[in-house]
């Protein structure tokens, strides 16, 4: 008996908390690349509806070029510009909301006039500059939803710059190939790239 209570203090006492910095702590696991390109699709199109982004808009951004069909401004085989690209395209063929009485296909009024005159009647430059700005604020809009903590985000971001090489690489090499050399010639960066990796925080 007295064992026992010579005992009960350390049964009682709570257990020792782990040291978040010792190698024994459950760090998160890193984002996969299966991941990110639902995440990017997903990014993309639901910036799209919010804004409201109209058609002609979309068109422009998806011109392609005629000699070999790739698009003009999302980088062929890009890892962050093909799940772009397919959000544009769903966004494209979006039908009208059954429930809306207005016949309204998205959530926004459409973007600000200055947005809209550089996407739509800028240099290649600043129409890639007014892109980038957009898919900053896109992709930060849907990390931000996320709720993830600064080591997750950190992870996710770690990635998206990992992604961007790997379209820049792809940019490099069409510019070293001339039969793909003109589709590229006035891009100085990719928007989506430059973009996704450097995402809006609030």
């Not at 459409?110 to 129409?127: I, K, M, N, Q, Y």
């Not at 892109?131 to 600064?150: F, H, K, P, T």
């Not at 996710?156 to 090489?165: C, G, I, K, Q, T």
């Amino acid at each position: 008996m007295r064992l026992m209570i010579a005992l009960l203090p350390l049964v009682l006492a709570p257990a020792p908390r782990q040291d978040p910095t010792t190698p024994d702590a459950q760090a998160p696991a890193p984002p996969s690349y299966e991941e990110v390109l639902p995440f990017l699709f997903h990014a993309v199109l639901e910036g799209l509806y919010t804004d409201g982004v109209k058609d002609d808009v979309v068109d422009a951004l998806m011109a392609s070029d005629e000699a070999t069909g790739w698009p003009l401004y999302f980088i062929f085989a890009c890892p962050i510009c093909m799940p772009a690209w397919d959000a544009f395209a769903t966004y494209r063929t979006r039908p009208t909301f059954l429930v809306s009485k207005q016949r309204r296909d998205n959530f926004g009024e459409g973007l600000d006039e200055r947005t809209r005159a550089a996407l739509l009647a800028g240099s290649v430059p600043a129409r890639m500059q007014a892109l980038r700005a957009l898919v900053q604020r896109w992709v930060g809009q849907r990390l931000d939803l996320m709720r993830l903590s600064g080591e997750e985000r950190a992870g996710w971001l770690s990635l998206l710059e990992a992604l961007r090489e790997k379209g820049l690489a792809y940019l490099k090499s069409y510019r070293g190939e001339e039969r793909f050399a003109h589709l590229y010639r006035e891009l100085e960066f990719c928007a989506f790239c430059e973009g996704a990796s450097a995402p809006e925080h609030r």
